[in-house]
């Protein structure tokens, strides 16, 4: 497996890494056995850096993270996050300096290590100056319980803010092929400018860039993709238009749409590391393939052709979601 470093004096970690919120919640019933098979096949195959969240599951996530690595702790380049409260709290975020602690000891304790090596906050709280939040953060990282720290799904001032604090070490915003936010907000040259490396959430469009996903009604009930406008009625008919161009595409490359999503996302930058998710072994090993497919620039100029920003219908986010980005 190919390596990349997270900014120029951050971790060398495998070029992809691994989404894990996908085996506990979110996109429909997954089979435990199926998703520690593929964490741990993820392992065999040299891709390491594992991406999870104390909210997933709420907390199923990283018990099922921990027991898929717990002889093989070496070997994992772990990632989770924190911030949002789930349970009876009044709160939804929560970035309190107290509670970065809590919070941080319960993720140690869940995933049975005794570091965690990426730790990002999961969005910022708008009642604590992210100043407070990060200083909490720098905290762990001196007494060892945290290597490195990241942010999600934040623009370049708070960017900037947080890396006066501590140096920031990976930001995680969603970026794909039809989600160029990053592009547009500056977050991906500020990322550059200040060492931090880029890790794009949803990389495969919640696996709508896959071209396996024909209608709203193949959701199961629960699914959250439901609550996605892209994802619903009209948006969803013509979104699915954009994604038969690229299966054209793929065709003519003989590879997959989602191998070429990946390698578009891994082609944007060296300091780029994208963690697609799936909960299955056959998946995996396609998703791994991307790495190995270098675009001409003719080839990246007709998949960016392809995704202009106004083509796709309907936003990626509910509103109250979106409300949530710290610029
Ligand atoms: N920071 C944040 O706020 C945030 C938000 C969302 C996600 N994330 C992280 O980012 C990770 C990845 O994002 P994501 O899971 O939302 O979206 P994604 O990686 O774009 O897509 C995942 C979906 O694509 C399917 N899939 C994967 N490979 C496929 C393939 N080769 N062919 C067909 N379908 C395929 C998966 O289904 P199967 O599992 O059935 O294969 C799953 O439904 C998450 O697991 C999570 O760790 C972070």
Redesign the pocket.
Known sequence: MNKRRLGPKGPIVSALGL????MSEG?GAADEREAIATIQHALDLGLSFL??ADIYGPHKNEMLVGRAIRHRRAEVFLAT?FGFVSGASTRQLDGRPEYVQVACEASLHRLGVETIDLYYL?RVDPEVPIEDTVGAMADLVRSGKVRYLGL??VGPATLRRANTVHQITAL?S?Y?LWSRDPEDNGALETCECLGIGFVP???????FL?G?IKSPDDFEPDDFRRTHPRFQGENFARNLQLVAELQRLAQDRQC?P?QLALAWVLARGEHIVP??????RS?LE??IGAVQIALAADELASLNAMFPRESVAGSRYRDSMLALFAP
Do not use: V
């Open positions: 989404g894990c919120m996908g996109y991406d999870t996050k999961h999600s799904e995680q969603e794909s959430f949803s990389p495969l469009g919640r696996g896959t396996a997959t989602a963690i697609p998710g799936t909960k299955r998946r396609e998703n």
